[in-house]
């Protein structure tokens, strides 16, 4: 089956190391969005970037580098996403959060199972 919906992708960009309240930022925010019913969350974590301080963050083995890029990605409705965003405002201190509209195809299994 096969249905189209408009709807809102919240995409976080945190560090590695990014913390609240003594565990990582990343769990504070998809347990918070899980909290607020949203439709569902994935963290990312990426091999290399950097952010606005401009120092290079990598995966290499060489670099040594514990403050990986992070990202987290929320897709639903705009009312939903609306939800979260005080929180965002409370607990992101450093990083990029975007809202971008997306067109979601959802795909389902015919035998609902």
Do not use: C
Request: charged share 30%.
């Amino acid at each position: 089956m096969h249905s189209e919906e408009k709807d809102i992708l919240l995409r976080i960009f945190i560090g590695e190391n990014d913390h609240h309240k003594g565990r990582p930022l990343y769990e504070a925010i998809v347990k918070k969005a899980r909290e607020l019913d949203l439709a569902g969350a994935t963290v990312l974590r990426g091999i290399m970037g950097f952010g606005a301080d401009s120092r290079l963050k990598s995966a290499h083995i060489l670099d040594l580098s514990n403050d990986l890029p992070i990202v987290i990605e929320i897709i639903d409705k705009p009312e939903q996403i609306d939800k979260l965003i005080p929180f965002l405002d409370e607990v992101v201190t450093e990083g990029l959060v975007t809202i971008e509209s997306i067109r979601v195809l959802k795909y389902r299994n015919h035998s609902g199972t």
